[in-house]
């Protein structure tokens, strides 16, 4: 899974508010070719995949699943922390392990701008 | 690069017009044949993201049934109006056109679908009719009315409720006997949910009552050790599980099944699963170039790796590595087909990094809950949806929490496919 450095400014900051090491890391990818940007069409489009159980435009039924409107750094946040196992979970860290940091960060501020 | 992201955009259908639709000249009809999971949403998502485009609907029933929790409904958990949604709401909502007819014919050259005498055209055709059920080989069901008499309800309807009907009917020391396709078929778990949930419905109502499951398959095709754990823990005794049994002939009136290796069975119940293939008018359109069974596509826009300008979704296709014929599925790849159609209408690249998932639940009793999960990626080498690895799992055990999950996940994914 190619690795991109295509966060938003938020994003890159909560994770350097996390470990001071990333910032070493993005300089690196600095110093890399640009990856190629996700389209925002594809962050809708992956998004929409989350929708089956969170609901259209993330307008869910069910204690926690509407996420629709949710701060993305809230979102972000909690993501990470299925996909690193610091977050309990029933299947939310099984589907956040199929996607790179970045690709939970974009889905994070798409879910965040619907209203 | 130009050249690749032309390809990319065009794929087969510049072979036909020789440019790719761009702009105002952009034909804007699209047809979808079948309101399921995989119609339903693939016509919901192309209105969210193309307001003025043409959208057509074929489909026969004024209601949908979802198949899944349909097993509920055998087990007397719930009632069929709980799982089914009138059309009316979300065709108007929606602003679709609605056939209200069965598809009959594609004619991909003049590039219109028959329903009766109706003559539906299409600039983009989206085909999800589901499965067909295939009777050859099984002797004694060869005609409707025999058929009739032994409902696989493997479409939830009808079907089910008369399943539901003569489990109530049977005699308290009955024996019901089901028997399970081989794979490829739709919902790889639900055969064992239902033997679960028949088992939990004997064991509140009828102990003294047996449930006989043959598998033509050499094992349990999904969730195998959470299922196995679960009938040895809370059904021992009740259910016995038969694997690789070949149905041979059914006696719908005696009540008989033949097998290959076992013989003859009696059982006042019979639930006979049949084998499935694409529905039949993918097949009568050459779609189904896998096997004469399941459709070809290109897992990034689901058109048809036979017939450009159709696309194929849902339990019709022949499902990448790890895909399972699933409801959920089905609305999954609706709206990576929905993304390919809208990129092409409004010529820009077809997304080529589409991500896809798979939640499946299964009830194993009137509250506990097991679940199945994978995370399906786009490889760009092999061209097909490959599952992640270290992505996906299974439930550590069945548990009541899952079983709210479920019943949630069941009210959302109907809302995200027929919501209005």
Not at chain 1, 26 to 37: I, M, T, V
Request: with cysteine; aromatic share 6%.
């Amino acid at each position: 899974m190619p690795i991109r450095e295509e966060r938003p400014a938020w994003a890159r900051a909560v994770r350097t508010g996390a470990a001071g090491l990333v910032l070493g890391g993005l300089s690196l990818a600095h110093a890399q070719a640009p990856a190629p940007k996700a389209s925002d069409f594809q962050v809708q489009l992956w998004a929409s995949s989350c929708m089956s159980c969170h609901g259209p435009d993330g307008k869910a039924v069910g204690t926690g699943l509407a996420i629709g409107g949710k701060p993305a750094q809230e979102l972000y946040n909690k993501l990470l922390g299925y996909k690193n196992g610091k977050l309990p979970a029933t299947v939310m860290h099984q589907h956040a392990k199929g996607y790179s940091d970045d690709e939970l960060a974009r889905i994070a501020e798409h879910f965040a701008s619907l209203k | 690069m130009q050249r690749r992201q032309l390809l990319k955009a065009g794929a087969g259908v510049v072979a036909i017009t020789g440019t790719p639709w761009v702009g105002a000249q952009a034909p804007r009809r699209v047809v979808v044949i079948g309101g399921g999971f995989g119609g339903a949403t693939a016509a919901r998502y192309l209105r969210q993201f193309n307001p003025d485009l043409s959208i057509t609907l074929i489909e026969p029933a004024d209601t949908f049934v979802m198949c899944p929790m349909s097993n509920r409904v055998v087990h007397g958990g719930l009632q069929l109006r709980d799982i089914s949604r009138p059309y009316d709401r979300f065709v108007s909502r929606h602003g679709l056109r609605w056939v209200r007819g069965r598809a009959e014919a594609i004619d991909p050259v003049a590039r219109e679908v028959r329903v009766g005498k109706e003559r539906v055209p299409y600039d983009h055709l989206i085909v999800s009719p589901g499965v067909d059920y295939v009777y050859d080989g099984i002797e004694g069901l060869q005609t409707a009315e025999q058929q009739a008499r032994v409902p696989h309800a493997w479409k939830a309807g009808p079907q089910t409720q008369q399943l539901r009907d003569q489990l109530q009917a049977m005699p308290d020391n009955g024996v019901v006997a089901m028997t399970i396709p081989k794979v490829p078929y739709r919902c790889p778990p639900g055969p064992y949910e239902r033997a679960s949930l028949i088992a939990h419905y004997l064991q509140a109502r009828k102990p003294k009552a047996k449930l006989l499951v043959f598998d033509a398959n050499p094992e349990i095709q999904a969730k195998k050790g959470l299922f196995e754990a679960v009938w040895k823990k809370r059904y021992a005794g009740l259910i016995e599980y038969v694997p690789s049994a070949d149905l041979k002939a059914v006696d719908a009136a005696g009540g008989v099944l033949r097998f290959d290796m076992q013989g003859e069975v009696k059982a006042q119940v019979l639930n006979v699963i049949p084998p499935q293939r694409a529905g039949e008018v993918a097949r009568g359109a050459g779609l189904a170039n896998a096997g004469n069974r399941w459709c070809g596509v290109d897992f990034l826009s689901y058109e048809s790796t036979a017939v450009a300008g159709v696309h194929v979704l849902g339990d019709s296709i022949a499902a990448a590595p790890g895909m399972p014929k699933s409801g959920h599925m089905a609305n999954q790849q609706a709206k990576v087909c929905a993304g390919a159609i809208t990129a092409r209408l409004r010529g820009i690249e077809v997304p080529s990094d589409p991500i896809i998932a798979n939640t499946c639940y299964s009830f194993v009793s009137q509250t506990d809950v097991i679940h199945v999960a994978s995370v399906h990626r786009y490889d760009a080498d092999k061209k097909t949806m490959l599952p992640v690895p270290g992505a996906g799992g299974l439930s550590s055990e069945p548990n009541m929490i899952e079983g709210i999950y479920a019943m949630a996940w069941a009210t959302n994914i109907l809302n995200d496919t027929l919501g209005a």
